[in-house]
């Protein structure tokens, strides 16, 4: 069974940019989480979508958003990039149905803005 | 809100030989999931090991185990005949559980981390 999947794995932006990161659940999940891994900053929580909906929302300027298709996949976008965003984003998913509500995570998309 | 605290940033072992990694957490809930992840060099973050705060067993994943003292919000990691490959960053998380209600649920809250280096 595939496990959670990312795209693109590696991508350099200019500051100003935008860019969209993608992911596509493991089968089964309807819940999608994005987390910023910065360095030095340990890992934040960005947004977590679950049956099309946006459920929950970290400490993130409005620059950050994203959204959920109907097949559960997802999309993280970030408007006007500053340098500082600059991370590991990772993308998780999770059943509800599935007792324990364990978190399983993709390898990450690595974002470099200059 | 919930805050879950790694006070080890560093630690190293011989291998073959047991460490355990220290995770302390502040909740008000009764009810919620504690997690330990392993992030090895490539940046994948493993699941390792989860505990329900409902049961008091300790859970167990082969040479992982754990100690949780509930009224001591405590969650260690043991990691027994450590091998070459546990060399990674470990991370301890806290969860409530999705359907807990109020706007952290669903979410994982992360520790700072502990880099722990297996020595052959």
């Known amino acids: 069974e595939a496990g959670v999947t990312q795209s693109p794995t590696h991508l350099i932006k200019t500051r100003g940019q935008q860019v969209t990161l993608r992911c596509s659940p493991i089968?089964?999940?309807?819940?999608v989480y994005w987390y910023q891994q910065a360095l030095g900053l340990g890992l934040q929580f960005l947004l977590w979508?679950?049956?099309?909906?946006?459920?929950n929302r970290g400490n993130f300027p409005p620059r950050f958003s994203g959204r959920q298709f109907p097949n559960y996949s997802s999309e993280l976008n970030v408007n006007a990039l500053e340098l500082e965003d600059s991370a590991l984003y990772l993308c998780?998913?999770?059943?509800?149905?599935?007792?324990?509500?364990?978190?399983?995570f993709g390898e990450g998309s690595w974002l470099t803005v200059v | 809100a919930q805050t879950v605290t790694q006070s080890q940033p560093e630690m190293s072992v011989q291998e073959a030989e047991t460490v355990t990694l220290s995770c302390t957490y502040d909740?008000?809930?009764?009810?919620?999931?504690l997690f330990w992840y392993k992030q090895p060099p490539s940046r994948q973050m493993i699941l390792v090991i989860r505990?329900?705060?409902?049961?008091?067993q300790n859970a167990t994943e082969n040479r992982f185990s754990v100690n949780f003292q509930k009224a001591a919000k405590s969650f260690s990691l043991k990691i027994s005949d450590s091998q070459l490959g546990d060399t990674a960053m470990y991370f301890c998380?806290?969860?409530?559980?999705?359907?807990?209600?109020?706007?952290?649920?669903?979410?994982?809250?992360f520790g700072q981390g502990t880099i722990l280096t297996v020595h052959p």
């Open positions: 998780a998913s999770s059943s509800d149905r599935i007792p324990g509500n364990t978190i399983y």
């Open positions: 089968s089964g999940h309807t819940s």
């Open positions: 979508y679950d049956e099309g909906e946006e459920r």
């Open positions: 909740t008000s809930e009764n009810n919620y999931y």
């Open positions: 505990q329900e705060a409902y049961k008091q």
């Open positions: 998380a806290f969860m409530k559980p999705s359907n807990a209600g109020g706007t952290s649920y669903g979410k994982l809250t």
